[in-house]
């Protein structure tokens, strides 16, 4: 793996916007004040694209008891038959 890219303060001002794409790239980018680091600019959590039913299909597992109440859910809840 790669080392994160280090900008200094001043250079992070300047080059912020190739900073920004280097991040959206999936790199990771320390900012350091007095050399010292002080922050880290990481990407986002991608977001799930969904094309279509089924997308999730082998990601997720239902339980095959899942459509069945637990004993007393229904008199807990003032449901009772």
């Known amino acids: 793996m790669e080392a994160a890219r280090q900008y200094n303060v001043h250079d992070a ?7 920004l794409e280097a991040v959206a790239t999936g790199q990771e980018v ?4 007095a ?8 990407p986002l959590a991608g977001k799930v694209h969904r094309t279509d ?7 997720i597992t239902v339980a095959d008891d899942f459509d069945e109440l637990p ?4 008199e807990t809840f003032g449901a009772a038959e």
């Open 71 to 74: 004993e007393g859910w229904d």
């Open 30 to 33: 320390i900012i350091s004040k």
């Open 53 to 59: 039913f089924g997308s999730l299909r082998g990601r």
């Open 35 to 42: 050399g010292e680091p002080v922050a880290k600019v990481i």
């Open 13 to 19: 001002k300047t080059h912020f916007s190739k900073i």
